[in-house]
Each structure stands twice: as structure tokens, then as C-alpha cells.
């Protein structure tokens, strides 16, 4: 059974960067599947932040305005997300998944990122 | 983008009653629509995906149905657990979009 689980600060300072990692069980980053992550501010809907396919096409959505960088890292069988230049605007659950066409069908628990000086 | 609209954006419901909740794309998506689930505090839940196929464990009360911009999520009898928040989700095209969700409470 495939599991995620992502990791990362909690509070990021306005201008900064945002780190966070997932880790994945289970299952080898390395296969063949689409490894994404998904934003959601408090109390509002779901967005799509952007998405890894054998670990190294990546797509972002364009409303982050080229501040999103999504990597593997193999030997650690974990993805990341970078998201700079983070404003309040940012602050949101992030959680990485997995799927693509056929929808998510693993997902981690989430972290609240709050961005705040 | 393709935009995705959810109607209602919310319902009230009582246990037993039969739900219907409508995604529309603002272009054809194929039959590239998920629906997911998802309650308070945790991570959404996949209930269908590509349209009509029901994602493996998920009760057969829950049910999808379109193709092209219309798409329909129907539960058929409402259950207490089933309380919560839907999305739709289009898979066709990045930037991959939500709808803005369907709170589903009690009458």
C-alpha cells in the first residue's frame, strides 16, 4: 500500500521560501506515475500546484508565476516543492499525491504552511 | 484554463435521500472528470474517476455519470458518513482544475 507523508517548516517568513518534502512508502519514486502536489487555503477549495512524471517532466500551474520548482530525490524516495517569493497569499494545506489521469488516488495527510513574518 | 463549475455549492440533506451534484467544464474534458470526497481536516478521498468508474472500495451507492462539459455525481441513498465536502476535478489538461466544491449537511 502506497503511502505519503509530507515534511517541511510549519511558519516562512513573507519573501522567503517555501520547502516541503514527501516522502513515498510502498512503492519506488523511480516507477512510472505522476507525483503532484495540491494547495488548499483555509476554508476555501483545492488548487493544483504542479506535478513530476519520471522524475523529471515537470508541469506548474501558471498562476504561481514561475515560483514553483518540483524535484526527485531517488536515493530518499521523495519529491519536494519549492515555491518562492511566498506572500500571505501562499498560506494553505500542501499535499502531495499521486495520479494523474485516473485522478489522485494516494494522497499524504497534509501541513499547513503559514506564511508570516 | 478550463474552468470548473460545481452546482450547488452547497445542500442540506437527510439520511436516505437521494443527492445529485453537477460539475460543468467550461470545454470538453473527454471523460477525463474525477470526483473526490473530503471531510474536515483530512485529504480528499477518490470516488470516481474518469467519469464513471468508481475507485476500488468506494460504496456503490456513489455513482458518475457525463462526457464532454456536463458531468453528474449522484449518491443514492445518503448516508450519515457521507457528510462532507465534493469536488470535481478535470484531468484532461494542465493546469489541472477543481471545482469550487459542494458542501453536502444535514437537513
Known amino acids: 500500500q502506497v503511502q505519503l507523508q509530507e515534511s517541511g517548516p510549519g511558519l516562512v517568513k513573507p519573501s522567503g521560501t517555501l520547502s516541503l518534502t514527501c516522502a513515498v512508502s510502498g512503492g519506488s519514486i523511480s516507477s512510472s506515475n505522476w507525483w503532484s502536489w495540491v494547495r488548499q487555503p483555509p476554508g476555501k477549495g483545492l488548487e493544483w500546484v504542479g506535478e513530476?512524471?519520471?522524475?523529471?517532466?515537470?508541469t506548474y500551474n501558471p498562476s504561481l508565476r514561475s515560483r514553483a520548482t518540483i524535484s526527485v530525490v531517488k536515493s530518499r524516495n521523495q519529491f519536494s516543492l519549492n515555491l518562492s517569493s511566498v506572500t500571505a497569499a501562499d498560506t494553505a494545506v500542501y499535499y502531495c499525491?499521486?495520479?494523474?489521469?485516473?485522478?489522485?488516488?494516494?494522497w499524504g495527510q497534509g501541513t499547513l504552511v503559514t506564511v508570516s513574518s | 484554463d478550463i474552468q470548473m463549475t460545481q452546482s450547488p455549492s452547497s445542500l442540506s440533506a437527510s439520511v436516505g435521500d437521494r443527492v445529485t451534484i453537477a460539475c460543468r467544464a467550461s470545454?470538453?474534458?473527454?471523460?477525463?472528470l474525477n470526483w473526490y470526497q473530503q471531510k474536515t481536516g483530512k485529504a480528499p478521498k477518490l470516488l470516481i474517476y474518469a467519469a464513471s468508474s468508481l475507485q476500488s472500495g468506494v460504496p456503490s451507492r456513489f455513482s458518475g455519470s457525463g462526457s464532454g462539459t456536463d458531468f453528474t455525481l449522484t449518491i443514492s441513498s445518503l448516508q450519515p458518513e457521507d457528510f462532507a465536502t465534493y469536488y470535481c476535478?478535470?484531468?484532461?489538461?494542465?493546469?489541472?482544475?477543481f471545482g469550487g466544491g459542494t458542501k453536502v449537511g444535514i437537513k
Open positions: 513530476i512524471y519520471n522524475s523529471e517532466s515537470t
Open positions: 499525491a499521486r495520479g494523474r489521469g485516473a485522478g489522485y488516488n494516494y
Open positions: 476535478q478535470q484531468s484532461y489538461s494542465a493546469p489541472l482544475t
Open positions: 470545454q470538453s474534458v473527454s471523460s477525463y
